[in-house]
């Protein structure tokens, strides 16, 4: 039988929520034994190159580029989670919300007590993803199947959902692992 | 001295006397009923509507409905389970609740309820909301962002002439919870602590505090909501 | 204000908090609106904080804390003056004018605000005009009022037809408001000056006139329909030093205004049915709360209350009752659909916002400043002298079996002859329309938008209780308007307006629908949409006040009947579309870095 695959992103995170991941220490060898990944920063591949059963997605979406991996994820994975605060919520990026991203624009590359920007020049290459007017959830992107909240969420949850997802068996957890810090 | 009587908890059977509220009668029977916006020796406020239990088939809010000889209560239905989530998401989505990097994170009753509730996102489309943060006061700092507008604050802290030191201001989705300016000047050090106090969540924050407890300590890190209520009333069974 | 002039109303009215509406009030005539410095006074001489006082002022449509202009337009913006062009008014006071929608002029002299139904929709499109009422406003009308704004005349000297019938052209009131009474029935049938008070109620016993309003099986004719008898005999067995009797003239439920017409035209049998409910439950003292829109009947009222005291009908032993007094006063709401709530209407007199109280207690039980208070719609009270006047047997035989009596009903939008009808309980929708000359009906709005959205198939069902009830309002529209746009929209814009903010699922579900609504109208609607509305629309039977029960009913009600004009503009094949417009989110960076957003 085919082991079942597993893709994960950061959109509009910090990488704490893989960090987490990685966190499930010795059990990451049994993880590689139960799963394969397929484009994910963890085997750095950076393509699909199949359909995955499992997509574990990080951060919101306050760019262009992310609402684009975002899609292909949905359209790749057969069961999408948001993991993490910044996924479920917006999480901290999503401070920037009630501020316009002219503003915020304004603040990071041209007027900020720190900014040095003698030409004043916006970054602007055509290559750059546009930044979104806010930072969207996920789950109002497109439609998502599980959430593991947490910031970021503990190795435990995340370990536990996964064996639960693979499994197929479902799993009462534990009250002192639902966080949301 | 009250007369006994008998009420029905999701069917089972409690003795309580019939000067109690329903809240009061569950909980000294050791039946949890979640609350927020209830603040003992206050009149109750029944705005956040969490507490609401059904009681011959209509919604009925526990904190403020007395009990009767023989009423029937269900607190634990889908349909109550299913409410209560709803307005615990309700509140999440309608203000900005940063939950990591708040104060109050870890003692927060609205965080505890929705992991009591196990609320992991809410069905409601998040609606970031301006509000404001108003630093104004010398004592303590309101931010809008976390405030469920339960009028906590609005009903227990006064000065000795009975004056609210808060109080609502606009009405419907625009209302939201105001300190007098003015008077905010005459805060005392007791006063500004027990606002923080009364406060459910991280709105109401006592300057230079907060952070206190480590991760881990904090009173809902590891014990749920209600569990003391609870434990209260499997002892009271065992006896 | 100056401090000595704000010192005097105050002392007026003895420097009790509770007086607050009416000390609002006064500034208010006086200078449109109550300054920071205002507030700053009132608040010594109240004892209470400034915040507190925020907390009334804000609260209420009418008050304002910057000025609003030297004329203040406030335009009906109910579904019923939409379809009868206010559009076009509101176009010409902007345009024409240099008015902002809910603003002031920029040289200050008017000011333009939407309003919630003012109880003249059979005559709409009308407005309020510095407290007086214009109504059938044309755009030509429109262009003369701005005219002789700009000339500065007073108002009385704006209007250009003739007064109104009926007492309408009361010296007292002067109004140019019409009656368009349809059809009369027991209640509105001309009558003597407290003759039932002289003649019967005299004879009586307290107890003999609880027994005849029981025996009639009266029900409160505000919408709620609670047993009138029952009411007061729970007020009557409540303890207290004191008791009230409330009349609720607060009439604000989009498309009413039959209580207009009552307040106009029979005065003496409202404040007869107040005295007589006062003799039946031993209370003393009524007030009568009258909504700011019919602040155009205040002083005529009050000349009536004047009049009746002077020939010994108020004060003590009216008609020569021994043991017995009662005199009322007139307490002025000051904009807020909610205070119709009889607890909220309660609170509102006591001068705080009008959020409604947690029950129990019930306001018989503790009502205003916490004495056992009955609260009655002006329709009741009326009732209620015809039943002791002519029996509580005979008030049963009329109407159906479980309702009874007769139902004063205001009839608006697209019909022939829009205006009061007294009915019999029992008559059928479809008899209605016939009656009002409405052609080629689709939907009629049942008791406002806290009713029912009846569509065609259902013309059959019966007006009564356990059917169509209604507190009297019924809107009808044709084949030329779009449900969900003209209607639905329309009254959920109202409640969200309206809403006290309190209870959780009030503050927040209504907007929450009325963007669904959008999103819909959109086209970007799916079926899990719909499912998620009748959902969320169910949650707010768990608010604390009727506004709160029932602020869903729009949804919920042409979810219901008009279900497939929803499903035509659903997307097929798909449950989930997002909100996210990502050319709209992605707009506003690329135009500050000067590039294309991403489509």
């Known amino acids: 039988m085919n082991k079942p695959v597993v893709a994960t992103a950061s959109l509009a995170g910090c990488f704490g929520c893989h960090m987490s991941l990685l966190d499930i220490d010795e059990r990451l060898v049994e993880l590689i034994d139960l799963v394969e990944f397929n484009k994910s920063p963890i085997d750095d591949i950076k393509k699909f190159t199949k359909d995955v059963d499992i997509g574990l997605i990080e951060g919101g979406c306050c760019n262009t580029e992310n609402v684009e991996v975002l899609k292909e994820f949905r359209k790749k994975c057969k069961t999408l989670i948001s993991l993490g605060e910044c996924a479920i919520m917006g999480g901290l990026p999503a401070l920037r919300n009630d501020i316009t991203v002219s503003e915020c624009l304004a603040e990071a590359y041209l007027d900020g007590p720190t900014t040095v920007n003698e030409h004043r020049i916006l970054p602007n290459d055509e290559e750059l993803p546009i930044i979104l007017n806010k930072v969207y959830p996920c789950h109002e992107v497109v439609k998502m199947d599980y959430f593991l909240p947490g910031c970021p969420p503990s190795a435990d949850l995340i370990w536990e959902a996964l064996v639960a997802l693979i499994t197929g068996e479902e799993k009462e957890i534990p009250y002192a692992l639902i966080k949301y810090d | ?239 | 204000m100056t401090q000595h002039e704000l010192k005097i109303i105050c002392e007026k009215n003895h420097f009790d908090r509770h007086s607050l509406m009416d000390i609002l009030h006064e500034i208010h005539d006086h200078q449109g609106f109550t300054t920071e410095e205002d507030i700053r006074i009132l608040s010594e001489n109240l004892k209470i904080s400034e915040i507190d006082l925020r907390q009334t002022i804000s609260f209420y449509h009418f008050f304002a804390c910057s000025s609003r202009g030297k004329y203040t337009i406030y335009l009906n913006n109910s579904a019923i003056s939409n379809l009868k062009g206010r559009e076009e008014i509101e176009k010409v006071f902007i345009e024409e004018g240099g008015c902002v929608k809910n603003g002031v002029s920029p040289d200050g002299l008017i000011g333009l605000y939407e309003t919630p139904c003012i109880g003249m929709s059979d005559q709409e499109p009308a407005a309020l005009i510095n407290g007086r009422i214009f109504t059938n406003l044309t755009a030509f009308r429109a262009k003369e009022l701005l005219h002789n704004m700009k000339k500065g005349l007073p108002l009385e000297d704006m209007y250009t037809t003739v007064y109104g019938d009926g007492r309408n052209a009361h010296p007292e009131m002067k109004s140019i408001v019409r009656n368009n009474i349809r059809r009369v029935g027991p209640l509105l049938r001309p009558s003597e000056k407290m003759q039932v008070l002289k003649n019967q109620v005299s004879q009586m016993s307290p107890e003999q006139v609880l027994e005849q309003v029981k025996l009639a099986e009266l029900r409160g004719r505000g919408g709620a329909g609670f047993p009138t008898g029952l009411k007061w005999q729970f007020c009557r067995m409540a303890e207290g030093k004191k008791k009230y009797v409330f009349c609720n003239a607060d009439e604000g439920e989009p498309g009413t205004f039959k209580d207009r017409v009552l307040l106009t035209e029979k005065p003496e049998d409202i404040i007869e049915g107040m005295i007589i409910a006062g003799y039946a439950i031993g209370a003393q003292e009524g007030v009568l709360y009258l909504r700011y829109e019919y602040k155009y009947m205040k002083n005529y009222l009050e000349y009536i209350i004047q009049t009746l005291r002077e020939e010994g009908f108020l004060g003590k032993n009216p008609a020569g009752i021994k043991g017995f007094s009662f005199d009322m006063r007139i307490q002025l709401g000051a904009g807020s659909y909610v205070c119709g709530e009889e607890s909220a209407l309660i609170e509102s007199t006591e001068g705080k916002r009008g959020e409604p109280r947690s029950r129990p207690p019930f306001p018989v039980e503790k009502g205003y400043l916490g004495y056992p208070t009955v609260v009655n719609n002006v329709e009741t009270f009326c009732a209620a002298v015809k039943i002791v006047q002519f029996g509580g047997d005979w008030y049963n035989s009329l109407g159906t079996d479980e309702s009874k009596g007769t139902k004063l009903v205001s009839v608006s939008g697209d019909c022939r002859y829009p205006g009061i009808y007294e009915l019999e309980w029992g008559f059928t929708m479809r008899d209605v329309l016939e009656m009002v000359g409405a052609k080629e009906t689709r939907a009629v709005q049942m008791g406002g938008p806290s009713g029912e959205l009846v569509n065609k198939h259902q013309f059959d069902r019966i007006l009564c209780y356990s059917d169509l009830a209604t507190g009297g309002s019924i809107m009808i529209f044709d084949r030329r308007r779009n449900v969900i746009e003209d209607v639905v929209v329309n009254f959920m814009e109202f409640f969200i307006n309206e809403s006290c903010g309190s209870c959780v699922p009030c503050r927040n579900i209504p907007k929450l629908l009325k963007e669904k609504l959008d999103k819909i109208l959109s086209g970007k609607g799916t079926s899990q949409d719909l499912a998620d509305m009748e959902r969320w629309g169910a949650m707010m039977k768990i608010n604390r006040c009727g506004l709160g029960h029932t602020a869903a009913h729009p949804i919920l009600s042409s979810l219901k009947n008009f279900r497939s004009h929803y499903e035509r503009k659903l997307r097929k094949h798909t449950d989930f579309i997002s909100d996210v417009d990502l050319l709209e989110a992605s707009k506003e960076a690329a135009e500050y870095t000067n590039r294309e957003p991403v489509i």
């Open chain 2, 1 to 239: 001295m009250a007369d006994r009587i008998s009420i029905y908890i999701d069917k089972k059977e409690y003795f309580t006397t019939e000067d109690k509220t329903i809240l009061e009668a569950a909980q000294e029977n050791g039946v949890y009923i979640p609350t927020l916006c209830h603040l003992p020796e206050t009149e109750s406020s029944t705005s956040c509507r969490i507490c609401t239990v059904m009681v011959n088939g209509r919604p009925l809010t526990a904190c403020s409905t007395p009990v009767g000889e023989g009423m029937e209560i269900d607190n634990s239905t889908t349909q109550i389970t299913e409410w209560r989530k709803s307005v615990l998401e309700i509140m999440f989505t309608e203000g900005n609740h940063f939950c990591p990097s708040c104060e109050k994170s870890g003692n927060c009753r609205l965080q505890a309820l929705a992991y009591r509730y196990q609320i992991m996102a809410p069905q409601f489309p998040y609606q970031f909301n301006e509000r404001e943060i108003d630093a104004t006061n010398d004592k303590i700092i309101q931010d809008h962002n976390r405030c469920i507008i339960c009028k906590r604050c609005v009903r227990a802290i006064k000065d000795e002439h009975g004056r609210s030191f808060f109080a609502f201001i606009d009405r419907g989705h625009k209302l939201r919870v105001r300190l007098d300016r003015k008077l905010g000047k005459e805060l005392t050090d007791e006063l500004a602590e027990a606002a923080m106090e009364v406060c459910p969540v991280g709105s109401i924050l006592v300057r230079e505090k907060g952070f206190e407890t480590p991760i881990g300590q904090r009173k809902y890190d590891l014990e749920r909501i209600g569990a003391d209520i609870e434990q209260n009333g499997q002892m009271k069974n065992h006896e």
